[in-house]
Nanobody
Framework: QVQVVESGGGLVQPGGSLRLSCAASGGTFDNYYMGWLRQAPGKEREFVAAVSWSGGSTYYADSVKGRFTISRDNVKITVYLQMNSLKPEDTAVYYC????????????WGQGTQVTVSS
């Protein structure tokens, strides 16, 4: 049974940093993308970042470029999201996804971790 488990969310002040982690297990994930999406209250879920299997290709939403960095460890089957210079508008539930493409349709999803940026 595939499991995708996020960790690392919390409360941070504007301008601060957080690092999210996500570990996948229970399946074979060769050539799968791993990534993050988020959903703020009253808004639709939106793409944040994704990384290819090799780690050689990364993708970011315009709203987080230059502030967030995605990386992965294929030995641990874990993806990370380093979030710097956080803004109140980054407040959302962040979901980890594992799938065959960067849309993660038909892929595997975690339960989400809350990130709140507030003074």
């Amino acid at each position: 049974q595939v499991q995708v488990v996020e960790s690392g969310g919390g409360l941070v002040q504007p301008g601060g940093s957080l690092r999210l982690s996500c570990a996948a297990s229970g399946g074979t994930f060769d050539n799968y993308y791993m990534g993050w999406l988020r959903q703020a209250p009253g808004k639709e879920r939106e793409f944040v970042a994704a990384v290819s299997w090799s780690g050689g290709s990364t993708y970011y939403a315009d709203s987080v470029k230059g502030r967030f960095t995605i990386s992965r460890d294929n030995v641990k089957i874990t993806v990370y999201l380093q979030m710097n210079s956080l803004k109140p508008e980054d407040t959302a539930v962040y979901y980890c996804a594992v799938g065959r493409n960067v849309r993660f349709a038909g892929g595997y999803w975690g339960q989400g971790t809350q990130v709140t940026v507030s003074s």
